[in-house]
């Protein structure tokens, strides 16, 4: 699909930030490369810019961001522009012939928003607006300023500035048909030249839709102030969930707040391999200090080393330049900068008289040698897990290993501590010898435990448990791939049992996305996805739970473990299946499909809105869909072999139990050793 972006305005509101709105940075990105970085992550590469104002400048730009993000972008300037952004959208007509996305340059947003839209179904020659529906008093939109949209029944009724009444916000996100086109042109002929009178007169046409956006997922940039908004909200966005105890206190604050806005307003065209060089050259620094006798400045530039080395992931966030590679690099770097500070300290320690007398050479030399491989080998298991035992390691604390920050922690109070006494260094040292050398062992015994059986809790006991309702909680599966049989085989000509197996592959996913799986873009699917849903609702409350998934709740709840529901099920049903089925009690939160959550959506919710670190969170699901929608959100998986066998789940590399009351016996450490000496026969293989 192409992507068209509205970028000929002037924004004389922004001229104080430079002359040409597009081109104004927002945390280190022009606004329109923002836009179009965006979009490619969302997985777009085919971009139509329509240029007015200061073109020239603009459109040399495009060319080099064209050659430099290896993208098709092609402009069209629009010698109108000033009449209004419904003449820059017509200027575009002859680019398109097909279904599109349209953006506009000025407009920060969220990828999985556009990634969501995108997979949107457009019916008739529709146009689907994405709408922020937070109007309240805490909105953080300007209301005098936005786009407001009246909405009924999930359509456009009005669009404009200063309607009344109004329940949304205009986000400038919007899947088009072409038929938006002479939309634009009759809004023109009446007088109109906005891009929202465009769409009013597809309103008109009952061919205007909404769909729902997560509030302050999207800023509207039309004033410094709206800069610096959206500035904060992207810094405030950058800490990562894995982030060890002293990088959320300490570091994050420090590159957040100070390193990495000074950083980008030094150098704006920085680029993170440069931050990770960067880090390493000031880490190199810091083995030097010590090296030449200054252990108080080597401390001191340990610690400006490890709040740097997360400005690099900061930038390449801030710029959506994300890359394997630079992932590669910066932990290549990291572990040579830390053999070669240890290496100094080492040396600081071996030539300091005080530290000699006080603990002699030989421990000085073995400490110093176990210290530098020891934090090697951290990083070396940590590969070596995945490679030859398809195990991640995970957990906060010596399993994980994702503790750097303390290291590098250590060595710098070690470093500071010199100016009390020299010996505060190969104390340093020894603390590091000790923790790495444990997080090894300890990782030698999970990985031996995993290797004879493996399990998803070997290694952490998580906190949470998330479980998908239809087929894992609730005995609804028969009920629903019966009423699902029928209309397929009815309306798509299948036999049953192809209409069986095609429903059975895609479960896991609300219906409406499994016909549009199994038959992209059939004119049936709209009218056999209500069908669905009208008789699911129908009869649904009258599946109870299964009786394991009953035990195993009131289990958890009794060891404190935080239990979650999620579906594919409609929210307003997946509440009404709670309360008939009386397990609110026993959840501390359900979440359903709504036309912007999915179950992938749904895992993170939970996760921020709980404050749950994703490696120890259980995701116990029926299907391999449940595990295609949630395997990048960090969290483990469980299969249960209600629909699906043991080699179906192995065939994909999961684990699986045979239900509920075998996940209860492997949670419990008695349990967890007879399994693994082959004692239950009903443990996952």
Known sequence: MKCLILAAGRGSRLTAKGDSKPLVAVAGLPLIERTIATAQRAGFSDFYVVTGYKAPALEAFLSELSSRRNLSITPIRNPNWESGNGTSLLAARGAFDGNFILLMADHVFEEDTLTRLSRQRLENGEVILAADFDVGADSPVDEDDATRVRTEDGRIVEIGKGIEPYNAYDTGIFLCSPDVFSAAEESARAGDDSLSGGIRAMAERGKARVFEVPARSWMDIDTPRDLERAEERLYSALSK???????????????????????????????????????????????????????VLGGVAIKLASVVDGCDGEIARLKKAQSAFGGFLDAVLDRYVDSFILFGMFYFSWTSTETVALFGPFLILATSALAVSGNLMVSYTSTKSVTDLGYRYAGRFIAAGRGRDWRLFVLFLGGILAWVHPGSVFLATSVIAVLSNAIVLERMRISWLHSRRPTPLVGVQPKA??????????????????????????????????????????????????????????????????????????????????????????????????????????QEVLTDYVSASKIGHLLDGYLGQTASRDKGQQVERILEEHHLDPGEVLFVGDSLMDWDLIKDKGVRFLGVRRIFDEQDFRQQGLLSVHDLTDLVRLWEPSALRSTNEGASSRAPA
């Open 465 to 570: 448990v998330i479980f998908d309702l239809d087929g894992t909680v609730a005995d609804t599966m028969p009920f629903l791939t019966e009423i699902a049989v029928e209309l397929i085989s009815e309306h798509y000509r299948v036999t049953k049992v192809v209409a069986r197996q095609r429903y059975l592959e895609t479960t896991g996913m609300d219906f409406a996305a499994q016909l549009e799986r199994i038959f992209p873009d059939h004119p049936n699917n709209p009218q056999v996805a209500r069908t669905f849903e009208s008789r699911k609702r129908k009869g649904f409350l009258d599946h109870p739970v299964f009786p394991d998934a009953l035990a195993a709740l009131h289990y958890f709840k009794s060891r404190d473990v935080r239990r979650f529901v999620c579906s594919s099920t409609r």
């Open 241 to 295: 969930p894995h982030d060890g105890f002293i990088s959320r206190v300490l570091n994050r604050r420090l590159s957040i707040g100070l390193i990495t806005p000074l950083l980008l307003r030094i150098r704006p065209g920085i680029t993170p391999n440069q931050v990770s060089v960067l880090s390493f050259a000031i880490g190199l620094v810091a083995s030097l200090c010590f090296f030449f006798q200054y252990a």
